[in-house]
Structure formats: structure tokens, C-alpha cells
């Protein structure tokens, strides 16, 4: 197993230099002056001269991205030139916000697209099944943004259940920062009210971005329940009286969630993709709103590092699934044990 | 010997016909899949038609008329008027019209290099071909599309054309991994063996063996992917980063109209429908055909 | 009263092309305590029986025209999902041709058998069993079955096992439970030839032990006379033949039987016989009358018309075929 893992992490490392090379070549490929870009338009043509050599700019493009994952190596993703910090201080202070709406989400969506799985592929063709399978038409053709637009249009504008715009509102005094989830810190500092008060603006933008994987990922079990339920193993199971509850939510449920998690691992790249336009909706100051506008203002460094993160974190992820679905599948683990 | 052709010939077509008709029993038996194939059609004709069948074909262009803004609903303007007084319906079927055209450029010009190396990749297995193809692969599938669409038409300058390029470039992997998957499976089958035997070429056998077999799962997928397309053009002009005004595009019309909610919804609301219509219609339609074809997963 | 009597059943498919008529007004009794084996080609409709009567039968597309299925008086196709959950604890339990798929991949051995008794025996009440008792029996059923270190064996996955201890497994759980019937499905088809013998002799030698009643599929002939008292002969959904095993492997009398044990090669036999020339019925569209008059060499002009009954030609030896009806 161990050796797996390995396996997989060098793998992962390799697509990830190539993810580097790939964008960083891009980056420098378009036409514009990063050196120009980064000091703005007032300065002189000697600092820009100045910052192309501190750039690396004149040298040739092999010798610049050595000094590009070299800074990378020590932790140094460059400077923005829209925000004036460095990337990386801008990602420590957005990345928790996001990281927070994402794993709201995928609780929201694991446990609804599971419900609605399940009991659509148990009572499959029944009237459940029927509109399960319309709402998951309609949630998978769905943009997140059109839901982000609907939904807050509904509940936040007409319906006034909730806040559409940011974490907490401006006259609330935020909680102090220990893991940068607010519902979480908000519940350490013993602020109860903050806390209801945060997750009540989680709500909406977690929805927004729930919606496409409840329809997904409920699809996706419902079909292989289905598979299972013809499968010899389950009618064997039937025929020795094995209770229902026991019969569903053991021997059906186990083998049929493996594919569900693997496509929950796949996923979470579009749910990362999603936050993009969601946050963007409902203001939600985090690491893709940062990355949307970064990318409006041409802010090469913060791009690429942008980019760089989401690769590491889809691939942290997709290792987490194997992993996960490796402890889940006994004929995997076997197999890997003994390979 | 020409009878015996002819009657050859005759069984053959009959067979086909045949194909065609459980073909068809198999899409229509899911009612769904005919709506979908309904709803494509009448929007395929109505932005073939677009200016002869809106009322309004000046509003898809450079139009300002502050008299006629913001109006609901009406006979007049069946989705209302936008911001600047144009009309929101007329604007909606240009708009599918720059929605197919993106999908149709990027499929055209995405999925031929991911078939074809693919294809090669698969009848490579197990070499230093294959690896490299597929790790190469692996980098552009590293990062979810929308992000490096975003970066790489935010780093170009933001334009359709940029957004096609960006989206056809990040679109041929998907085809490699799916055609590598089929055609490495039928490597090993006697049929390739065979060609290879009987000293077919390599070429012969890339596209005449083992292109054929996968062309079911290859079409299933490109009609779901014309919809997972649109929505991320839609995306990507929604976010500002596609085709610029005054182009009538439907991810741009929704972002505009959105800060005009909740009192003008009509010029959010109507283009997000259309949107979500004509995703459905071709997912509706992909799933049609993967019941047709029997196709496991795409 | 038979323990387990089939009447007239008929069950079909819907597919694509239309109506499958698959079972043709079957008829199959077991009593108590008999062994009882069900012989026909691949296709004729015998698994299509055995999951009638378990009613495990995928609804759609398979569908139950006609018939009753009665277990000890009660209709089984009629019985309430308690009714039918109690028979499965109680009464009747089954192994299923092909241990490979038999078996849920996801969990141990010892978990899957642990749970078939937890269900059907444990819990509370009178006569129930405690988790001790219930491991006891576990081990003691998976030793039973001949297999070597069932402690061992219970913390096994399935797809560490072999084909032959899988289904060794497979008779553990069917048989841990002291159930009446038990219903074989081709239980060593799948099996390679050497374990086959020592699979069917173990379970010989279980049921022969706990007395329980067996309904036994299969296509070899060999497998009956040692295994049966009594048999069945199916055609394409109907059953064409039946007697006690000697009688009717001694005398076969329907043209179909006759065919059917000339096609079995023998060791001491000259040449190889030619078989039964055609192949099993469409079902979409089957003959009318007896089912087998299009391959059948004493054709008469009434097979084409009806269906034959019974008819007797020995004690307890009946044959659907007009040329017995005198």
C-alpha cells in the first residue's frame, strides 16, 4: 500500500511539473511585457529594464523557469502586480474562505446525492425515480452561475430568507482567525450568534454550487445500485432472508458507493471550477473571486500560481479518493498488497 | 454472379434499415431523448433562420435605444428589453448562434488530434509512446477546463475567438484518454492481429481496424460534450473573459442582467432558460444515443 | 402433500423483439425428503424455474403469466414479503451456479455467513441464538463443507479463495440454516472436473445427514443417477418426462429423452452419436402443440395441434408424447 502511495505521489509530482512548464510557457508565450505589467504604466523605461533583469526576462525561457520552480521550490510564487503583495500572502488569506464553501458543499451534496441514489435505484421506475432523474437532468444542465442567480434571486431578493453578499455582514465583527473557516472560528471564540449568522450566508453559495453534484453523484449511485441489485451476490443474499435495512445499506450500498467516491474525486475539480463564478455571484471574498480578478487584470504571477494550486490540490484530492476507495475495496487493497 | 450481388447488396441494406430501426426504437423508447432531439432542432432552425424569425435581427449588433429600456415582458418584446432597449428574445436566438458555432469549432478542431493520438497511443500499448502521449495527457487533464480556459484566454486577450482556441486547446485530451481506453482493450483481439499479419500498415490499421470500433462511444460523447461546451463559453463569458459586447452572448447577457436583479429579472432569467435548454437538449439527446449504442461510460 | 408443488407455470420475458414464452405450463413436485433433479439443455428454461420458486426473478422484464407455486399448500407467488422473508429463513435456501459471482466481493466470508444467521436465527426471542453460538455454527458449518481452517477461512475475502472453496462456502451458507429444501442451481458447472466430484459427493453426504429435501439442476446425466431418486426431463419450458431415476435413465421414453441420452458420450460406447438434430425453439415464437414436434423423428399430425398430457407408462412414470396415449 505504501508503495502504491508512493507510486501515485511521483506520478502526481511529475503531472505537476508538466502542469508548471505548461502554463508558465504559456505565460511568457503572449505578447506583453511582464516586466511592464508588473510596475504599471508610470514607470520609466529604465526601471522596466531594471525589472526584466531581476526577472530573469533576458535570459532564454529554459534558464527562466529554472528560476521560476526554483523560487517556487522555496515557497516564493512571485509577486501579484494587481494586489502589490506577494501570491502567496494573497492565497493564505483567500484559500480558507473557498476551501470552506467546498467542503460545505460536498457535505451537502454527499448526502442528498446519496438519499436520492439510493432510493431511486431501490424503488427504480417508481414515480421517485422518475423525478430524481428529471431533477438530475435539470440540476446537470445547469450552469452553477444560472443557479447561483436563481436561487439568490428567490430566496435572498423575493423571498428574504438569506443574505446574498459575503461572509458575515460589514457591521459584524468578524471572529478571530484560527482555521479561517468563520462558522468554525466563530464556534471557538464561543460565538454562537456569529456562527448562525456565517452560516447562514454559506448557505445559498453552497447550494449554488451543491446542486450539479447532488444530480451527478445521485445518478451515478442510483445506476450502480441498479447494477448491484442484478448482481447474483445480492439475489443470494435475498434468497438466504437477509433483512432489507441490512441488505441496503450493507450489502448494496458498500460496492455501490465505490463508483460514486471516484467520481466525487473527479468532481471536485468542477466543483473547484464552479466556485469561480459562485463566489463571483455572491461576493464571496475567496481564492477563485481573487483568481477571476487576477485574471481580468492580466496578473501573470498570481495566474500561474493560481493555476499551480489548483493542480496540487485536485491532485491531493484524487489521491485521497484512491486511498479512501483502496480501504472501501477489499479486492483492491488485496490486489495492492500483494502487487 | 451479379443476381448473387445484387441480392447481397439487397440483405445488406435490409440489415441496415434494420439497424436504423432498432436504432431509433432504442433512442425513442426514452421520451426525453426525442424532446431533446426536438427542442435541437427547432433552436438549430431558429438560429439558422435568426434573421428572417426575430423581430428585432438589428438589436444583435451595436443598438442603443434608452426610450424602450428595461421593459417587461410584453407582445412586443416577448422576454422584455435589456438595460439599453434592446430587444431580449431577438438577442437570445443570436445568441444560441454564437453558442453552437463554439461548440462546433471546438469539437472540429479538438477532437480530430485526441482520436488520432489516441488511436495511436492504444496500438502502442505498453511503450514509450504510449507513456508520453498519456502523460502529456495527464497535464492538460490536471487542472478542471474552466480554470485554464480562464488563464489562457485571460493571458491572450479576451475575445470569441480567443475563448474557441482556449477551449479547442484544452479539448483533444478527453478524446485521447476515451479512444485510448477503447482501442487499447482491442490491441490484443485477433482482428488487429490479423491486419497485422497480413502486413496491413500501420495507418491501415489505426483508422480502418480500430477507428470504426470506437466511433460509437466518440459520437455519444461529442453530443454530450457540444452541451458541457456551451456551458463553459457561457462560463467564460459570464465571467467576462469571452466574446466582448456587443456580441449577443447568452453567459455575457446573464452577467449583465444579473445586476439588475431582482427588478429587471426578465433580462437575466430568460437567457439563463435558454441556456439550461439547450444543455439539456443535448444531453438529453447524448443519452439517447448511448442507449442506442449500448456505450458503458463517456 | 408434496412439500413443493409447481402447477402450470408460465413466466415470459418482454424484450425488444417482443414476448419471450419462456416456461410452458411447468409442473415439478418435490416431497419431503425426496431428491429431486431437473435435467434439460442450456436455455430450456430450469434457472428460470428455480428463481420462480425462490421469486427472485428480475421484474421487468420477466413477468409471471400463470401458475401457482405452492409450498407445503401455500402460493408462493401470492405470499406476503413477510410470508416469502420467513420461507427464505426457515424453509428453503439455495446455491447458485457460478460461486465466482455468488459471493458480495466487499466483505468476508465470516461476515456474510455471521449475517445470514444473525437474520434468519438470531436476535431475541425463544430458540434464538446468541453471537457465540452464531460464530460456533459459522465455523461449524464452513467445517462441515470439508473446508480446511474455517477461522482462517472466515476472515477471507472471496476473491481469495479459489472457485471450489467458494462454492464450499456457497453450500456452508446455504446449508447453516436447516432449512427443508434446498434448491441447486448447476452448483458445479463452473467448477473444474477434478473439484466437481468432491463438491457434489460433500453435499450428498450433507443432505443425506440433515434429511433436507433437494431440487437439483443440471445438464449431466451422471450427476442425477447418483445424486436423485427422482427426475424431471424439461424441453423449452415444459416438462416432457418423469420418473424414478432408475426407471427413467433404464427406459427413457419421450423421443427428446431418447435423443438426449444417446448425445451422452459413453466410455464403453462405439463412435459418437449424431444427437438431436435442430436446435432449442424460438421463444418469441414457439412451435404450437408439443414443443419439440419440429425436431422430433415420430412427428404426428395431432403434436402440431395440442400440447400432449401425461400419460403413464410405468409406475410413476409419466411422458408428455402422443405416442403413448393408449
Aim: net charge positive; with cysteine; glycine share 8%.
Amino acid at each position: 500500500m505504501a508503495k502504491y502511495i508512493g507510486l501515485r505521489l511521483v506520478q502526481s509530482i511529475f503531472v505537476l511539473f508538466g502542469l508548471s512548464l505548461l502554463i508558465f510557457s504559456i505565460a511568457r508565450v503572449v505578447p506583453g511585457d511582464p516586466a511592464r505589467a508588473a510596475l504599471g504604466f508610470l514607470a520609466s523605461q529604465d526601471q522596466v529594464q531594471q525589472m526584466r533583469v531581476e526577472m530573469h526576462l533576458d535570459k532564454p525561457f529554459p534558464v527562466q523557469y529554472y528560476y521560476w520552480i526554483r523560487n517556487v521550490m522555496h515557497g516564493d510564487l512571485g509577486k501579484s502586480s494587481y494586489t502589490r503583495r506577494p501570491v502567496t500572502t494573497d492565497l493564505a488569506q483567500y484559500i480558507p474562505a473557498t476551501l470552506e464553501l467546498i467542503l460545505f458543499a460536498t457535505l451537502i451534496s454527499l448526502v442528498f446525492g446519496q438519499i436520492m441514489g439510493i432510493l431511486a435505484g431501490y424503488f427504480r421506475n417508481s414515480w421517485f425515480d422518475g423525478l430524481s432523474r428529471l431533477v438530475s437532468y435539470l440540476g446537470i444542465a445547469t450552469p452553477s452561475f444560472v443557479i447561483a442567480i436563481l436561487l439568490m434571486f428567490l430566496f435572498s431578493q423575493v423571498f428574504r430568507l438569506a443574505p446574498s453578499v459575503g461572509r458575515l455582514p460589514i457591521m459584524m465583527q468578524p471572529p478571530p482567525t484560527v482555521t479561517g473557516f468563520m462558522v468554525l472560528d466563530s464556534l471557538l471564540a464561543g460565538q454562537v450568534k456569529t456562527a448562525l449568522v456565517a452560516l447562514n450566508h454559506l448557505l445559498l453559495p453552497a447550494f449554488s454550487l451543491a446542486v450539479i453534484h447532488i444530480a451527478q453523484e445521485g445518478r451515478i449511485t442510483r445506476s450502480s445500485i441498479v447494477e448491484n441489485l442484478n448482481k447474483d451476490y445480492i439475489t443470494m443474499h435475498r434468497v438466504h432472508g437477509i433483512r432489507t435495512s441490512r441488505l441496503v445499506f450493507k450489502y448494496l450500498l458498500r460496492p455501490s458507493i465505490i463508483p460514486t467516491i471516484t467520481v466525487m474525486g473527479l468532481d471536485f475539480a468542477f466543483l473547484m471550477s464552479n466556485a469561480f463564478l459562485v463566489e463571483l455571484v455572491y461576493m464571496w471574498p475567496g481564492f477563485s473571486r481573487y483568481a477571476v480578478t487576477t485574471m481580468l487584470n492580466k496578473d501573470l504571477n498570481a495566474m500561474v500560481a493560481v493555476v499551480v494550486v489548483m493542480g496540487v490540490t485536485f491532485a491531493l484530492v484524487n489521491l485521497a479518493v484512491d486511498i479512501i476507495i483502496s480501504f472501501l475495496d477489499p479486492t483492491i487493497r488485496i490486489q495492492r498488497r500483494g502487487g | 454472379m451479379w443476381q448473387e450481388k445484387r441480392a447481397d447488396l439487397a440483405a445488406s441494406f435490409a440489415l441496415r434499415r434494420r439497424g436504423l430501426a432498432k436504432g431509433w426504437y432504442k433512442f425513442s423508447r426514452n421520451p426525453l431523448s426525442v424532446v431533446g432531439l426536438v427542442v435541437l432542432v427547432v433552436i438549430v432552425l431558429a438560429t439558422g433562420l435568426a434573421s428572417y424569425i426575430t423581430p428585432y435581427p438589428a438589436h444583435a449588433g451595436p443598438y442603443t435605444n434608452f426610450k424602450a429600456a428595461g421593459q417587461p415582458p410584453s407582445w412586443e418584446h416577448l422576454f422584455g428589453t435589456d438595460r439599453i432597449g434592446r430587444d431580449v428574445f431577438t438577442r437570445v436566438i443570436f445568441g444560441y448562434r454564437f453558442s453552437l458555432l463554439l461548440g462546433i469549432v471546438v469539437l472540429g478542431l479538438g477532437v480530430a488530434p485526441g482520436v488520432i493520438l489516441g488511436l495511436i497511443a492504444g496500438y502502442h500499448r505498453g511503450t514509450w509512446v504510449e507513456t508520453t502521449i498519456m502523460r502529456v495527457t495527464d497535464v492538460f487533464l490536471a487542472v478542471p477546463p474552466l480554470v485554464l480556459a480562464l488563464a489562457i484566454t485571460a493571458m491572450l486577450t479576451p475575445s470569441l475567438l480567443n475563448e474557441m482556441f482556449a477551449i479547442a486547446l484544452l479539448w483533444w485530451p478527453w478524446y485521447c484518454r476515451l479512444v485510448f481506453a477503447v482501442s487499447s482493450s482491442m490491441r490484443n483481439q485477433f482482428f488487429i492481429r490479423e491486419a497485422e499479419f497480413s502486413g496491413a500498415s500501420e495507418a491501415h490499421i489505426l483508422f480502418r481496424e480500430m477507428l470504426p470500433n470506437c466511433l460509437a462511444p466518440i459520437l455519444t460523447k461529442m453530443t454530450l460534450d457540444m452541451g458541457i461546451v456551451i456551458l463553459l463559453g457561457a462560463s467564460l463569458s459570464f465571467v467576462g473573459l469571452g466574446a466582448q459586447p456587443p456580441t449577443p452572448c447568452l453567459g455575457t447577457m446573464v452577467a449583465d442582467g444579473a445586476k439588475r436583479l431582482p427588478g429587471e429579472w426578465w433580462s437575466t432569467i430568460f437567457p439563463a432558460l435558454a441556456i439550461v435548454l439547450v444543455i439539456l437538449a443535448f444531453n438529453l439527446v447524448g443519452d439517447g444515443l448511448r442507449d442506442v449504442f449500448a456505450v458503458e461510460e463517456v | 402433500m408434496a412439500l413443493l408443488e409447481v402447477k402450470d407455470l408460465c413466466v415470459g420475458y418482454r424484450i425488444f423483439e417482443g414476448h419471450l414464452r419462456v416456461l410452458n405450463r411447468a409442473r415439478l413436485e418435490v416431497d419431503s425428503g425426496e431428491r429431486v433433479g431437473l435435467v434439460g439443455e442450456t436455455g430450456c428454461g430450469k434457472t428460470t424455474t428455480v428463481k420462480s420458486i425462490l421469486r427472485v426473478l428480475p421484474t421487468p422484464p420477466a413477468e409471471v403469466a400463470s401458475g401457482e407455486i405452492l409450498y407445503r399448500g401455500a402460493d408462493i407467488l401470492r405470499m406476503s414479503h413477510r410470508g416469502i422473508r420467513d420461507l427464505r429463513r426457515r424453509e428453503m435456501t439455495a446455491i447458485f451456479q457460478d460461486p465466482l459471482q455468488s459471493l458480495n466481493p466487499m466483505f468476508t466470508v465470516g461476515t456474510q455467513l455471521r449475517d445470514i444467521l444473525k437474520d434468519s436465527m438470531g436476535g431475541r426471542g425463544r430458540g434464538r441464538l446468541s453471537r457465540r453460538e452464531i460464530e460456533a455454527r459459522c465455523i461449524a458449518a464452513l467445517h462441515e463443507t470439508g473446508m480446511p481452517d474455517p477461522e482462517r477461512i472466515m476472515h477471507n475475502y472471496p476473491s481469495q479463495l479459489s472457485g471450489g472453496m467458494r462454492q464450499r462456502v456457497c453450500i456452508a451458507e446455504a446449508l447453516s440454516r436447516e432449512a427443508q429444501l434446498l434448491l441447486a442451481d448447476e452448483p458445479t458447472t463452473n467448477l473444474d472436473v477434478t473439484i466437481q466430484d468432491q463438491i457434489l459427493r460433500k453435499l450428498d453426504e450433507l443432505v443425506d445427514e440433515k434429511g433436507t429435501s433437494v431440487l437439483i439442476i443440471t445438464h449431466s446425466m451422471g450427476v442425477v443417477r447418483d445424486l436423485t431418486q427422482r427426475m424431471y426431463i424439461m424441453y423449452a419450458g415444459t416438462m416432457v418426462e418423469t420418473g424414478r431415476t432408475k426407471d427413467l435413465l433404464a427406459a427413457p421414453r419421450h423421443p427428446y429423452t431418447q435423443g438426449l441420452m444417446e448425445s451422452v458420450p459413453r466410455l464403453t460406447g462405439v463412435g459418437i452419436s449424431d444427437g438431436i438434430p435442430g436446435r432449442i425453439p424460438n421463444y418469441l415464437d414457439p412451435p404450437s402443440g408439443c414443443r419439440f414436434h419440429p425436431r422430433c423423428v415420430h412427428v404426428m399430425p395431432v403434436c402440431k395441434e395440442t400440447a400432449p398430457e401425461f400419460f403413464s407408462v410405468g409406475e410413476g412414470h409419466v411422458v408428455a408424447c402422443y405416442l403413448y396415449r393408449s
